[in-house]
C-alpha cells in the first residue's frame, strides 16, 4: 500500500500543479490582444489540460480510491475522511469549471476579465490547505 500511497501524492502534486497553472494561463489569455498571442494559449493550455492536469486527476482518483478501500472500514470510521472527500468533490467541480473556461476562452466568449481569473486561480489553495490538514492532522471531535 506504501507504493499505491506514493504514487497517489505524486499525482496529487502533479494535479495541483496544473490547477495553479491552468487559470494563470487563462489570465494571461485574458490580457491578450492579439489572436497569434490567443492561439498561443489555447495551445498551452489544451496541452496542459489534457496532457497533464486531466491524467493526473484521474490517476488521483483512482489511486485514491484504491487506498480509500483497501482502509474502508478505518477511513469511514472518521468525519474528516468524510469531509475530505467532500472537498475533492469540490476540486473536481473547480477542475469541470476550469474545462468550461478553457472552451469559452477558445471560442473567445469568455466574459470575464483577467482579474476574475487572478480570483479564480487562487481558489484551490484553500481546497488543498484543507485537504492536508485533515488527511495528515486527522483531527478529533471534541476533547
Known sequence: ????????????????????????????????????????FVVMERKLFWGITTPSAIATVGLGLWLLLGNWQFFMAWWWMHVKLALVLLLLIYHGYCWWHMLQLRANRSLHTHVFFRIFNELPVFLLVGIVILIVAKPTLGA
Request: with cysteine.
Open 1 to 40: 500500500m506504501l507504493w499505491i500511497k506514493s504514487f497517489h501524492i505524486v499525482f496529487v502534486v502533479c494535479w495541483f500543479s496544473g490547477l495553479f497553472y491552468l487559470p494563470r494561463l487563462f489570465v494571461y489569455h485574458a490580457m491578450s490582444e492579439d489572436q497569434i498571442s490567443r492561439d498561443r
